[in-house]
């Protein structure tokens, strides 16, 4: 991640803060504005109750992710799928040992910022630890992100959402009465961060998949409290294990979907050592914001990409933009009825997430809300465009079964008159200079 924000600065991509900043309110409140006005990432060299810098914002565009896989923006699913394809090997083997770094040092928990995010959060909060622990019984590694409360020194609780593979691990090791060992790393290699976010089979080493995003072999070093391995150029890791048949209430917390959810029972993380890079980088991540749901959104539009074009031609692109819970596939239409297949298609591949499907023409800029929308409203009928499905289960954490139910719309030209449905266009208005008609009158 070093190196990859050391590419940003030359671009001039980072705003670099020098001036102290509290770690309550204040850091995150800086970030929402940046995420609402440029978008760059942000470096805190002084946040108040720590040495250490404070990263936000880092994977939080479109472009910077595509940068890091080396692929156009607007590519994601399709190229997604070529890099990760299941048995793509990787040139001198997906992982390298190497020793750990003579430098590293050994840290107290509360010697990393602490940092509290919104008004009615309970308190400080680890927003973008990727997890890493080993399943049971078959040793696969799996990587994903839980949002954790600060207890203390030598405790954190952890959101652990139902059917997440780290939830089931942690399941499983209890039922063989046994903790289960976990590191938590701040900082890994941007690939590793990508590999977390995604919805991987369960059965499909996660660190394989960083592997082959990066396409080149990634070096572990060993833990010291933990038998377990962490990239060397991590910023930071915390070591440590969950404890089994222990649940302790975690919460409030404001989190992705704009809500704070309230308090609830959640696992049990045992910290048994901290280790840092000399100037270690902490990563931060605002629940919710662009940093969060993009990398959410890029992998479970990936998900639905493969698995609709497996069963249906003519798929061009899959995004959730602008939120998770919604789908928008763009298609070359081939034949009458093809976009209604495609919204079937959908909500049979995304059962969680997909609450809201829109199929639109190959002319729609899908990752431009105002296009898709424009494309509904010009080309759905609402009464014969758009399917209902009542009563089916969505989105797991669900009390009052809010995201029940789901909605479809074919916003595709009608396949036998698409020749009327030609965007009218201004030749030359998008390469148009406008610098070189609106320069200073002297
Ligand atoms: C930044 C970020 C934060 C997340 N926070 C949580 C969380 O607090 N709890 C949770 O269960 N899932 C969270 N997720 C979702 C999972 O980490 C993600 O879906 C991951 O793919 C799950 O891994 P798995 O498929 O190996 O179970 C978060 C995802 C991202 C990108
Ligand atoms: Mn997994």
């Known amino acids: 991640m070093r190196a990859y924000l050391e590419r940003l600065q030359q671009q001039g991509q980072v705003h670099v803060i020098d001036r102290e900043v509290d770690p309550k309110f204040e850091l995150s409140a800086v970030t929402d504005k940046v995420q609402r006005t440029d978008n760059k990432v942000v470096l805190f060299n002084r946040v108040k109750g720590t040495q250490?810098?404070?990263?936000?914002?880092?994977?939080?565009?479109?472009?910077r992710l595509a940068q890091i896989l080396g692929i156009k923006p607007g590519d994601f699913s399709r190229q997604w799928t070529k890099l990760t394809n299941l048995g793509t090997k990787v040139e001198g083997g997906y992982t390298r040992t190497v020793p750990p770094p003579s430098d590293l040092i050994d840290c107290k928990m509360s010697d990393l910022p602490l940092i509290t995010y919104c008004e009615k959060d309970v308190g400080p909060y680890f927003t973008a630890a990727v997890f890493y622990a080993k399943e049971p019984e078959t040793g696969v590694g799996n990587l994903s992100f839980h949002r954790s409360m600060v207890v203390s020194d030598k405790e954190l609780r952890c959101r652990l959402a139902p059917r997440h593979h780290l939830t089931l691990y942690h399941e499983k090791a209890e039922k063989m009465g046994k903790h289960l060992e976990c590191v938590m790393m701040f900082g890994p290699p941007p690939e590793l961060f990508l590999a977390a976010a995604a919805p991987v089979p369960y059965d499909v080493d996660e660190v394989e998949v960083a592997a082959q995003l990066r396409g080149a072999p990634i070096e572990m070093r060993p833990c010291k409290w933990v038998d377990?391995?962490?990239?060397?150029?991590?910023?930071?890791?915390?070591e440590g294990r969950f404890l089994p048949n222990e649940r302790r209430p975690e919460g409030p917390f404001g989190e992705f979907m704009g809500y704070y959810v309230g308090v609830g029972n959640n696992a049990v993380f045992e910290v048994l050592g901290v280790s840092a890079r000399p100037g270690g980088l902490f990563h931060s991540i605002l629940s919710g914001s662009s940093e969060e749901v993009l990398s959410l959104e890029l992998s479970i539009a990936a998900n639905i990409f493969q698995r609709v074009n497996?069963?249906?031609?003519?798929?061009?692109?899959?995004?959730c933009n602008p939120f998770a819970f919604q789908t928008i596939v763009k298609i070359r239409q081939q034949y009458e009825g093809h976009a209604r297949q495609v919204l079937l298609a959908v909500m049979g591949a995304e059962l969680t997430w997909a609450k809201s499907v829109i199929v639109v023409d190959e002319d729609v800029d899908i990752y431009d809300i105002q296009d898709v929308v424009w494309a509904v409203l010009t080309r759905a009928r609402p009464d014969q465009d758009t399917i209902l499905i009542p009563g089916v289960p969505s989105f797991y954490r669900d009390p009052h079964k809010d995201h029940w139910g789901r909605i479809a719309v074919d916003a595709c030209a009608p396949f036998a008159r698409r020749h009327e449905y030609e965007r009218k266009r201004v030749p030359g208005a998008r390469e148009v200079k406008l610098e070189e008609y609106l320069g200073k009158r002297t």
């Open 52 to 63: 250490f810098p404070v990263l936000t914002n880092i994977y939080g565009s479109r472009e």
């Open 228 to 238: 377990l391995m962490v990239p060397a150029s991590t910023e930071m890791v915390i």
């Open 310 to 319: 497996a069963v249906l031609p003519g798929i061009v692109d899959v995004t």
